[in-house]
């Protein structure tokens, strides 16, 4: 297999002398003295000397390297890295989205606060809830607002409460959120369908439980079936059910969690609703809430006023700022472009090829990789590593042999109550060709790891960059790059 030429760091291509660009004499007199007492960096020591041919091409060749959703299938499990169209992208880049200043007067801007009604409107119909902020910047921040919103009713019913209760089977991040607001967390453990176990949440649900947060469907891609009787005995004692909607990809226009006892959820725009939201961000993670908690809504809330949109800061009961301004506008911009696109017919197909695809790639991949739980699945489906450590072969091994067939690896070790999980989700974007290349490719390092696993224990071997000794750079990380003499 022929190994690609490597390219060389900007800093290795560095020769003393070299220039981009060459300013002419200055025609003026200088000053010396305008930035007298700034702390400025008179020299940058090591800094690259480079034409700009070579830091053109050097950086260009980089950038076709990089692998994204608009060159193949990103099946990262839980994060759903679905394509996203570009005419979203064009009318969220429209001047007068894109230039639109937080602090205008609400007269200079009542088309961006429609489109923030507008949204807030819509997702309430899709979620079944009685008001939206879309103030929240993430998923993560949204499950923070939405706890904030539970402690202040109840702390307005009486009392905060100790606890908070989270499934096992939850995202990772629903514990934070709880201990943030001052809550202490007990697991709640799944059954053997992979869902809570009613027993074991009749036992936990005590008085001194404020809420359940539960991620529906789970992270093992099973839907929480008794999720109405969840909510029962939550709401018999007296606590609030918190939804994580981070897997809405699954639900749209199929169910809504308010019709299933939901109390507060949020959801990620930036899976469900179309924004391409690798390296970190952007994101958005609006929050949804039934009646009781409308008052407690993060300032400001979008009102109408003699038919025009104004911003409402006077709520005594609100929970405050959680964010500067009105959320990531130019998400919510692309949100409401996918939502309206697609109209209701649209919204309901998301679910319904979401949940087709996860469940082609799961039924062809059957038997050639682990299953722990044979529930049904919903827009994802969790294998595991378990076949394949019988050859010494670990699901890190195969990750790292698909990106040699020009995959980008699945999610992998998560959920924890999988372990080795290879976390697989395809979205409702990818057509059954692609699909199938990659169920291809799956099957091949199945068989790579019954006929020669010593191909995977060294794999990638066509990539950018080869694997890494993750123990050592754990240990000892190298942050800064030398030249060496």
Known sequence: MIKEIREPLIFEISEAGKRAVELPALDVPEKKDLLAGVPLRRELEGFPEVSETEVTRHFTRLSQKNYCVDLGIYPLGSCTMKYNPKVNERLSGLPDFAASHPLASEDLVQGSLEV?????????????????????????????????????????????????????????????????????????????????????????????????????????????????????????????????????????????????????????????????????????????????????????????????????????????????????????????????????????????????????????????????????SMHECVFSDKIQKEFGVTNLDIAKRLIDYGFHPPTMSFPLIVHGALMIEPTETESRRDLDLFIDAMKAIAREAKENPEILHSAPHVAYVSRLDEVTAAKFPVLRWEKKP
């Open 116 to 376: 923030l009604k507008r949204l807030e409107t819509y997702l309430c119909e899709i979620a079944g809830m009685d008001a939206f902020t879309l103030h929240p910047a993430a998923g993560a921040h949204g499950e923070l607002t939405g706890m904030m919103l539970i402690r202040a009713a109840l702390e307005a019913r009486g009392g905060a409460r100790k606890y908070v209760l989270i499934p096992d089977s939850a995202h990772g991040t629903n514990p934070s959120s709880a201990h943030i607001c001052g809550y202490s967390v007990k697991e709640v453990k799944s059954n053997e369908k992979g869902t809570i176990d009613i027993e074991a949440l009749e036992a936990a649900m005590t008085d001194e439980v404020a809420a359940l947060m539960v991620t529906n469907p789970n992270t093992l891609g099973v839907f929480e079936s008794d999720i109405c009787r969840v909510a029962e005995i939550v709401h018999a004692k007296g606590g609030l059910v918190y939804m994580d909607g981070a897997n809405m990809n699954a639900l749209t226009g199929i169910v809504r969690p308010g019709d299933m006892g939901i109390d507060v959820l949020h959801i990620n725009l930036h899976k469900t609703f179309s924004t391409p939201h690798g390296g970190g961000g952007p994101g958005s993670g609006p929050v949804g809430v039934k009646k009781e908690l409308v008052p407690y809504l993060p300032v400001p809330v979008i009102g109408e006023k003699g038919g025009r949109f104004v911003l409402d800061f006077d709520r005594p009961a609100t929970i405050g700022r959680v964010r500067s301004y009105f959320g990531n506008f130019s998400v919510i911009v692309r949100a409401l472009c996918y939502i309206l696109t697609l109209g209701p017919k649209g919204v309901r197909e998301i679910a319904e090829f979401a949940v087709l695809n996860a469940n082609y790639i799961r039924k062809s991949l059957e038997g050639e990789y682990h299953l722990k739980y044979t529930t049904p």
